[in-house]
T-cell receptor
């Protein structure tokens, strides 16, 4: 149980393109989803916390107009990297947390984004 | 964001040896989690801890939630080659956000 699907697994696109990444909880309802960014050989950096039906809470230093997050249903959150540039190239990982107390977050397999 | 200090940064051990790593923070956390990440994949949950002082095992893995709620450790007994990977601790604050430690890279030499 507790499967999180992230799509696509890899994206290569030109500078200036907007890229959408989807995160789905397949067998549970995720009231909260999280988006992380990870650089090579580094830890996961929390970008934003997304609660279903409300605006995402962004961490300090993360541009909300650059990284648009939508959590329209209990099983789907999307991250759109708008007008992507080479410095946005990274490994983006989502996670989802079931409702209720004492619930861990479960991760998708990540999206490798490469901007040329 | 919050910073969790994880140590050691890397470990090179012989197969069969025991491993110990820990995380500390200046903040109080409600939940401590331990994950393992293989290259190019998302982290996989190993152990979840929800109460201060809690000691939980998962096979050869044992983790504890520190009494002060500011630290946690993970032990791996009798290591095997497939234990290779990067291990992360993660703490959850009252506000629901999770923050990750700096990671411990484990290499097991057969």
């Amino acid at each position: 149980g507790a499967v999180v699907s992230q799509h696509p697994s890899r994206v290569i696109c030109k500078s200036g393109t907007s890229v959408k990444i989807e995160c789905r909880s397949l067998d549970f309802q995720a009231t909260t989803m999280f988006w992380y960014r990870q650089f090579p050989k580094k830890s996961l950096m929390l970008m934003a916390t997304s609660n279903e039906g409300s605006k995402a809470t962004y961490e300090q230093g993360v541009e909300k107009d650059k990284f648009l997050i939508n959590h329209a249903s209990l099983t789907l959150s999307t991250l759109t990297v708008t007008s992507a540039h080479p410095e946005d190239s990274s490994f983006y990982i989502c996670s989802a947390k079931n409702r209720g107390p004492n619930q861990p977050q479960h991760f998708g397999d990540g999206t490798r984004l490469s901007i040329l | 964001g919050q910073q969790l200090n994880q140590s050691p940064q890397s470990m090179f051990i012989q197969e069969g040896e025991d491993v110990s790593m820990n995380c500390t923070s200046s903040s109080i956390f409600n939940t401590w989690l331990w994950y393992k990440q293989d290259p190019g994949e998302g982290p996989v949950l190993l152990i979840a801890l929800y109460k201060a002082g809690e000691l939980t095992s998962n096979g050869r893995l044992t983790a504890q939630f520190g009494i002060t709620r500011k630290d946690s450790f993970l032990n791996i007994s009798a290591s095997i080659p497939s234990d290779v990977g990067i291990y992360f601790c993660a703490g959850q604050l009252i506000g629901n956000q999770f923050y990750f430690g700096t990671g411990t890279s484990l290499t097991v030499i057969p």
